[in-house]
T-cell receptor
Framework: DQQVKQNSPSLSVQEGRISILNCDYT??????FLWYKKYPAEGPTFLIS?????DKNEDGRFTVFLNKSAKHLSLHIVPSQPGDSAVYFC??????????????FGQGTTLQVKP | KAGVTQTPRYLIKTRGQQVTLSCSPI?????VSWYQQTPGQGLQFLFE???????NKGNFPGRFSGRQFSNSRSEMNVSTLELGDSALYLC??????????????FGPGTRLTVL
């Protein structure tokens, strides 16, 4: 039972345009969500997070949107750059001091940004 | 501040052997989580340690175990290795405990190959 789903295995975008990566979840107890970027042979790099009390969080070119009623979140990258080409993982946790160490990951979306 | 370090980076073992992987968290981080990444199953949570105690456990057999030392460094052990244990093992650290939500920061991983 996959609690976090990234239904698009890959996405290709032109440099300078917007990249939108999507993630759906099924566990209504999830209240903290994170996005990670991963290059081959490296560990995931933390990008941005959002708690369930918010519906939007921005950090530079990255914005995460959370729609709790739809159990859906998305990561927007504007403008996209070739260096953004990587695998992007969505992750979720139930929050709380006893649960922060356990992240449930989606399967990842490979983003290719073409020059 | 130094990031999360993992040793060794690469390991080759044969079936039936056991292996120990090491992780040093970011200074000041008290929580260490371990994940297994395989092409078929993606990133899966193994367990989390906080203040030398296992606080969360994923759905893995008892052959997978871990521990945390008083300096927050952690080790994971896999006994009686199987071919299916070949994977990238990732360690992540976070502040843990003191905040409701904690970002996890990952190390580069240990690539384990079981022959």
């Amino acid at each position: 039972d996959q609690q976090v789903k990234q239904n698009s295995p890959s996405l290709s975008v032109q440099e300078g345009r917007i990249s939108i990566l999507n993630c759906d979840y099924t566990n209504s107890m999830f209240d903290y969500f994170l996005w990670y970027k991963k290059y081959p042979a490296e560990g995931p790099t933390f990008l941005i997070s959002i708690s369930s009390i918010k519906d939007k969080n921005e950090d530079g070119r990255f914005t995460v949107f959370l729609n709790k009623s739809a159990k859906h979140l998305s990561l927007h990258i504007v403008p996209s750059q070739p260096g953004d080409s990587a695998v992007y993982f969505c992750a979720a946790s139930e929050g709380g001091s006893g649960n922060t160490g356990k992240l449930i990951f989606g399967q990842g979306t490979t983003l290719q940004v073409k020059p | 501040k130094a990031g999360v370090t993992q040793t060794p980076r690469y390991l080759i073992k044969t079936r039936g052997q056991q292996v120990t992987l090491s992780c040093s968290p970011i200074s000041g981080h008290r929580s260490v989580s371990w994940y297994q990444q395989t092409p078929g199953q993606g990133l899966q949570f193994l367990f989390e340690y906080f203040s030398e105690t296992q606080r969360n456990k994923g759905n893995f057999p008892g052959r997978f175990s871990g521990r945390q030392f008083s300096n927050s460094r952690s080790e994971m052990n896999v006994s009686t290795l199987e071919l299916g244990d070949s994977a990238l093992y990732l360690c992540a650290s976070s502040l843990g405990g003191l905040r409701f939500y904690n970002e996890q920061f990952f190390g580069p991983g240990t690539r384990l190959t079981v022959l």
